[in-house]
T-cell receptor
Framework: DVKVTQSSRYLVKRTGEKVFLECVQD?????MFWYRQDPGLGLRLIYF???????EKGDIPEGYSVSREKKERFSLILESASTNQTSMYLC????????????FGDGTRLSIL | EDKVVQSPLSLVVHEGDTVTLNCSYE??????LLWYKQEKKAPTFLFML????IEKKSGRLSSILDKKELFSILNITATQTGDSAVYLC????????????FGQGTILTVHP
């Protein structure tokens, strides 16, 4: 079974802090994704990575950056956290190429005070 | 801009009822339509549909895609309280990286 592990289930941070959300997958997947999930808006793609050190902006990248130094790990960084970044953050991975679904982690519920 | 719209946004039924969830999409270079179920934690994969008119089934759940009318439905027969969840529909298009555009989700509540 694919295992996508997010480092924290719940996280509380203060406005202006630099926040790191970590995601690790154990299936040697090439593609990894970060989403945020908000009521009524569904999942929205922040950034994705199609290989080590390769990244592309998703639909809502503003205020975020990412890092992928190793294939199994994809980090989401909030450079200077703001209250409107309070949300559920979901990480996903999938094998490279077409025809494969994404597998999700359990999510990190982040609150910015 | 790619767009996926689900309806209804929420649904309350009783055990034993049959439900139909709807998903319409506008996705550039459409490749596939995916359904996920989300309870308290990670969305779990249900179906991936790539061809029109071919029903996919898993137990009491089934789904079909209409690429001409750009929609998909997810049917759940003989619902159980364990079916209570958020059902997510997503369209995959564009590059081969598997980028998904999600709908808002349908919240299904099944009462005993």
């Amino acid at each position: 079974d694919v295992k996508v592990t997010q480092s924290s289930r719940y996280l509380v941070k203060r406005t202006g802090e630099k926040v790191f959300l970590e995601c690790v997958q154990d299936m040697d997947h090439e593609n990894m994704f970060w989403y945020r999930q908000d009521p009524g808006l569904g999942l929205r793609l922040i950034y994705f990575s199609y290989d080590v050190k390769m990244k592309e902006k998703g639909d809502i990248p503003e205020g975020y950056s990412v890092s992928r130094e190793k294939k199994e790990r994809f980090s989401l960084i909030l450079e200077s956290a703001s209250t409107n970044q309070t949300s559920m953050y979901l990480c996903a991975s999938r094998p490279g190429g077409t025809g494969q679904p994404q597998h999700f982690g359990d999510g990190t519920r982040l609150s910015i005070l | 801009e790619d767009k996926v719209v689900q309806s209804p946004l929420s649904l309350v039924v009783h055990e034993g009822d049959t439900v139909t969830l709807n998903c319409s999409y506008e996705v550039t270079n459409f490749r596939s339509l995916l359904w996920y179920k989300q309870e308290k934690k990670a969305p779990t994969f249900l179906f991936m549909l790539t061809s029109s008119g071919i029903e996919k089934k898993s137990g009491r759940l089934s789904s079909i895609l209409d690429k001409k009318e750009l929609f998909s439905i997810l049917n759940i027969t003989a619902t159980q309280t364990g079916d209570s969840a958020v059902y997510l529909c997503a369209g995959a298009g564009g590059t081969s990286y598997g980028k998904l555009t999600f709908g808002q989700g349908t919240i299904l509540t099944v009462h005993p």
